[in-house]
């Protein structure tokens, strides 16, 4: 090949555009390929075989739960637990209630407790390596009849169990764990983990949740080491959507679930699945088991059935420790694909190496090394501007349609997605147009290469599970770039191919996981995508200087993007079952008669905005907003009564002091808050029905105790302070429903409260002088 010619011959123009454009198509209908494969399959029949998981079967427990709101400690909970204990032992399991206190995070001065009652059943074995846990959550949310969150998990390991029991007995004991409190303080997870003998010796745990009502079920959180684990359910799970790279965020996220609490307590591995699309219904009351789409439902049942099959025979003692390393794993349109983490640093190497090879033949063919550095540099700016524009769309979109302000994601948010991608496009290709003739097709080609290269190897050490998004497309860019120019656009194609299957399943993954109002993370995946499909979208391009038909190829993206903006509000319109959310709640301090309308939404809608204006501290302290500026209005005294203190003992010894209260609530409650001033001392040790409060909140000035489900005759809790002046205690209590309260007006159809624990909250406060 003659060194010293500038550029590739070019091939006739009409040729490269059709050629450009058909390699596009395919690789589109790749994308919609790897996205659809993620789709759950067809709920299976009521009379399907009875080794078999039926979604229609299993929707009747979701909708026997989740009939009703029914929060820890209610009666609807109570009805729930009767219900699930009496399914389970009809079919054969021994069946058994927890009844316990259990424990939430720790901080210092703070805490969170519950009472609870935790459902654990046993499935035994016929010659038990260990213990397989199937967990899911029973209670739900104050504001809604969680029929997604966590019914759908329940009714799934109930229909689990009930094929398994259809079938041959496994080798491994099953414990079925149906938790209690999760919502409240993943209290139940905790006082099993603590307490339940059952749990001592630890074991594997498949942990079963839900953020939303729809899409697949996402295998998104393991325990460390979990290679083992992950072949395990590559082999056996029928339609597995798990990556590692979720992993490794999830593992950066604040957020908890049950399974958490389990891996924090030492002994458990564990997978953690959830389905997180049509996440606009998650904790409101249309969480209910008619949105439940059932598709959803058949394939969490359809993988936990064939993975406790798979663990079931296993040798559960081997798979409850951690393997040496966490796998790479994810989607293909074909299954799961799956390496070993040894293999992560060797091809972030080899895509560093192939980058510097591939940058050196293009100075061979006629560019430089400042460009390929040039081309480099420049391909940051698509990948800053891109998740800014995108940024930009759903404030915009807010403007246009202010209900989307206090949502994360849009009832429907199908074409605001695809939007969303034709204003990344917009950018690349805008981007491109302009750089193109100044630095050169291989200059920006392989800049772009070495962005991601660059990427894989940061990735590769601090979130290796991840490194593989950027590492696959640069081994495949490099090897199509060494190509002859005459095979150009074939091996760009198949490059293309490997970006598409590799980064189109995250970005489909990663829209729902942060909604359009976190679609920046999802428009920068597309963004990298674009950039290693350069290649291709060149051909798209004229071949000379012909500034209008350069700039056709990002008007025409341009088009698009208003077109899927445009079909987005027209498709997803605010009604009675898409209503704007709402969170508006009602503090009275009842010493004093002062009370509050208050709401978390940062700039309040139009519905709170009634009630509150500017954000301001408000001057006592309540749960959830403690310090925290909330947008407040003056309220009229609702005569609430406050719960009552009575004092049980009061003891010193030395310069301690020990007190035993009893804190009745007068009125349907959730929650007590117990807020403890010492006036100086020290709190040194607490307990509260009979459970210690955890050391990780003692030693303070102040304790700050809130107790979920507190018995109706009253919570009994005994503080021992070192030191100090008279003591003072605060007792805040919190129930849910804004109904009745003066000055509250029933909220117009297409308005409801939104998912959140400050939503439709109610809380009395009220301080008793312990002298
Ligand atoms: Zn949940």
Redesign the pocket.
Known sequence: MPASRPSAPVPERRGRLLGSLAVLLLLAGLAAWSVLALQPPAPAPADAPATAFSAARAGVTVEEIAGEVHLTGSDAHARVVDGLVAQLTALGLDTRVQNAVGTGQAGPGETEMARLRNVVAVLPGTASTGRLFLVA?TDSVETGP?AA??AA?VAALLETVRALTAGEPLRNDVVVVLTDA??ACLCGAEAFAASHPLAAQGGVVLNL???GTSGPPIAFETSRGNAALAERYAAAVPHPVASSFAVEVYRTLPND?DLSVLLADGGFTGVNTAFIDGSAAYHTPQDTPSRLDRRTLQALGDNTLALTRELGGADLAALARPAPDDATYFPLPTGLARYPGSLIWPLAAAAVLGVVLLAAVDRRRGSSLPRTLLGTAAALVPLVLAPLAVGGLWRLLALVRPGYAGMTDPWRPGWFRLAAVALVAVVVLAWYALLRRRLGEAALRTGALAVLAVLAAVLAGLAPGGSYLAALPVLAGVLAGLLPARVALLGGAVAGAVAVVVLAPTVALFFPALGLAGAAAPAAVVALLLLALLPVLEGLFPAGPAPWRTLAVPAAAAGLALLLTAAGLAVDRFDQQHPVPSRLAYALEADTGEAWWFSTEARPGEEAARYVGTPRTLPHDYPYVRGVPVAAGPAEDAGLTPSTVEVLEDRRTGDERTVTVRVTPQRAVGFVVLDLDTGGGRVVAARAEARDVPAGAVGEDRLWLTFHAPPEQGLEATVTVAGGGPLRLRVVDGSTGLDGLPGFEPRPPTVDTAGSHTADLVVVGATTDLG
């Open positions: 959550h969680g969150d966590d998990g999760e919502e949740e839900a953020r679930t």
